[in-house]
């Protein structure tokens, strides 16, 4: 027991690079995306919003033609 060789082996290291960089990237990349896109889609919302509330306050909107 006593001339056993207990140490751990190390790991060899890796033969090709992580690509943990590009996944980051591509994760920056779709989250700035999201971001714009809901911001152009909050946008549309308020402009279609302001837009009826405008017609309501003036009385143009006309139901059934």
Same mark, same amino acid.
């Given at each position: 027991m006593k001339d056993d060789?207990?140490?751990a082996e190390r790991d060899e290291p890796e033969r090709y690079p %992580?690509?943990?960089q590009k996944r980051q990237k591509n !994760?920056? !990349?779709q989250i700035a995306l999201g971001v714009f896109l #809901?911001?152009?889609a909050l946008w549309l919302v308020q402009l @279609? @919003? =302001?837009s009826l509330? =405008?017609? !309501?306050m !003036? #009385? %143009?909107l =006309?139901?059934?033609g």
């Open positions: 060789d207990l140490r %992580s690509h943990s !994760l920056v !990349l #809901g911001g152009l @279609a @919003a =302001t509330m =405008t017609k !309501l !003036l #009385g %143009s =006309t139901f059934g």
